[in-house]
C-alpha cells in the first residue's frame, strides 16, 4: 500500500508565496507522475500542476508563470512552489501520484488527503 501526505498549506496573503510537498511512503517501485489538483468551495477538482519522469511539465493558464511543480525522486517527494497568489487561489489542495508498486505490475494512482491553502488580506 502507498501513502500519499500533503503538508505546506495555510494563509498567506495576497501576492505572498507558499510552498507545498506531498511525500510518499510505503511500496514504491516508481512514480511515473505526480500531479497537483486543487478544489475550492462548490467547484471541482482541477488540475493545477503535473510533473512526468524525465522532468517535463505542465500548467494550465491560470497558474502558469506562477506555481512551479518539481520531485526530489530520491525521497519519493514532489513539491509545489506558488507565488504572486490571488484569492482566487484558495482551495483545498491534493496530489496524487502514478506509482508502480514491483516491476512487472500495472501502475495505480494515489491520491493524498489534501491542504487547505487560504488567499486572503
Known amino acids: 500500500q502507498v501513502q500519499l501526505v500533503e503538508s505546506g498549506g495555510g494563509l498567506v496573503q495576497p501576492g505572498g508565496s507558499l510552498r507545498l510537498s506531498c511525500s510518499a511512503s510505503?511500496?514504491?517501485?516508481?512514480?511515473?507522475?505526480m500531479d497537483w489538483y486543487r478544489q475550492g468551495p462548490g467547484n471541482q477538482r482541477l488540475l493545477v500542476a503535473s510533473i512526468f519522469n524525465g522532468g517535463r511539465t505542465n500548467y494550465p493558464d491560470s497558474v502558469k508563470g506562477r506555481f512551479t511543480i518539481s520531485r526530489d525522486s530520491a525521497k519519493n517527494t514532489g513539491y509545489l512552489q506558488m507565488n504572486s497568489l490571488k484569492p482566487e487561489d484558495t482551495a483545498v489542495y491534493y496530489c496524487?501520484?502514478?506509482?508502480?508498486?514491483?516491476?512487472?505490475?500495472?501502475?495505480?494512482?494515489?491520491w493524498g488527503q489534501g491542504t487547505q491553502v487560504t488567499v486572503s488580506s
Open positions: 510505503g511500496t514504491i517501485f516508481s512514480i511515473d507522475s
Open positions: 496524487n501520484a502514478v506509482v508502480r508498486t514491483n516491476s512487472i505490475g500495472p501502475s495505480t494512482i494515489y
